[in-house]
């Protein structure tokens, strides 16, 4: 079982930025594809972006690709969120997930563990 504690969220202005932090303590995260999920009010969860396992790669939803990144520090066990350049349209719960493959990483089902959420709410 891998325990992930997302942390870093709360209210930004448009145009600000937030950086998003999930721990997972006592496991090694380098072992696991990390992902970034989040989930409006009356809408699905959907896909951010992740980082493989293996290559250190990271994808990116279109809705996010160029103003937000996906790092990880294997020492911390931590991979993180940096957004920028935020949007009202961000506003969301934001939920870090660990894969053990690297299959389906876009997709909630290629993840097995996931983290309570952090709320992250951008005023315009």
């Known amino acids: 079982q891998v325990q992930l504690t997302e942390t870093g969220g709360g209210q930004v202005q448009a145009g600000g930025s937030l950086r998003l932090s999930c721990a997972a303590p006592g496991r090694t995260f380098s072992s696991y594809s990390g992902g970034w999920f989040r989930q409006a009010p009356g809408k699905e969860r959907e896909f951010v972006g992740t980082i493989s396992r293996l290559s250190g790669n990271t994808y990116y939803a279109d809705s996010v690709k160029g103003r937000f990144t996906i790092s990880r520090d294997n020492a911390k066990n931590t991979v993180y969120l940096q957004m920028n350049s935020l949007k009202p349209e961000d506003t969301a719960v934001y939920y870090c997930?660990?894969?053990?493959?690297?299959?389906?990483?876009?997709?909630?089902?290629?993840?097995?563990?996931w983290g309570q959420g952090t709320q992250v709410i951008v005023s315009s």
């Open positions: 997930a660990a894969a053990a493959s690297t299959q389906a990483l876009g997709l909630l089902r290629g993840y097995e563990y």
